[in-house]
T-cell receptor
Framework: GENVEQHPSTLSVQEGDSAVIKCTYS??????FPWYKQELGKRPQLIID?????GEKKDQRIAVTLNKTAKHFSLHITETQPEDSAVYFC????????????FGAGTRLAVHP | ETGVTQSPTHLIKTRGQQVTLRCSSQ?????VSWYQQALGQGPQFIFQ???????GRGNFPPRFSGLQFPNYSSELNVNALELDDSALYLC????????????FGPGTRLLVL
């Protein structure tokens, strides 16, 4: 079935370092890959997304890369700050013709001052 | 901050009871999806509504049902509650049926005792 695997489950970095979160999807027909940030007790917020016709997308300190052949996509955060601490979820859009997102299990990122 | 709202914010029920959760989508959004997020996991797709009809469903039993109203607001109903139904229930709206981006509401945290 459709599946998204996400690694690592927890990530601890020092302020200013970079953080990388990796995901693998199973449905080769998936064409849309969003990343959500969820702070404790709050809603998931879309931080960046990428479509299958693009290999890389950047927005200030955040970038996402996509390797369609390997069915991998990754989130890169540079110059991390304490306010980046949250749970990050990757997702892929199902090819089933409606807006079903399949989420990874999440990565808890802690940025230490 | 998105315009998706949900009510109530928290709810406690006992096993076997029924519950109704409500969602008001962002202005102009006609597609609503519901997700269940168990503690420490990523959201799981329950179903999607478009023009007052269900047009996609995840692996949830029939006791999970929904409605969408002409103003695009939506309800999630769960009958015969089980302990495992304890979770955060999120709704997400999209501007169009085929639009990829989904905006999440703050969720309703349901505890089943």
């Amino acid at each position: 079935g459709e599946n998204v695997e996400q690694h690592p489950s927890t990530l601890s970095v020092q302020e200013g370092d970079s953080a990388v979160i990796k995901c693998t999807y199973s449905d080769s027909a998936s064409n849309y890959f969003p990343w959500y940030k969820q702070e404790l007790g709050k809603r998931p917020q879309l931080i960046i997304d990428i479509r299958s016709n693009v290999g890389e997308k950047k927005d200030q300190r955040i970038a996402v890369t996509l390797n369609k052949t390997a069915k991998h996509f990754s989130l890169h955060i540079t110059e991390t700050q304490p306010e980046d601490s949250a749970v990050y979820f990757c997702a892929s859009r199902s090819s089933g013709g409606y807006n079903k997102l399949i989420f990874g299990a999440g990565t808890r990122l802690a940025v230490h001052p | 901050e998105t315009g998706v709202t949900q009510s109530p914010t928290h709810l406690i029920k006992t096993r076997g009871q029924q519950v109704t959760l409500r969602c008001s989508s962002q202005s102009g959004h006609n597609t609503v999806s519901w997700y269940q997020q168990a503690l420490g996991q990523g959201p799981q797709f329950i179903f999607q509504y478009y023009r007052e009809e269900e047009n996609g469903r995840g692996n949830f039993p029939p006791r999970f049902s929904g409605l969408q109203f002409p103003n695009y607001s939506s309800e999630l109903n769960v009958n015969a509650l089980e302990l495992d139904d304890s979770a955060l229930y999120l709704c997400a709206s999209s501007p169009l049926l085929g639009a990829e981006t989904q905006y999440f509401g703050p969720g309703t945290r349901l505890l089943v005792l």
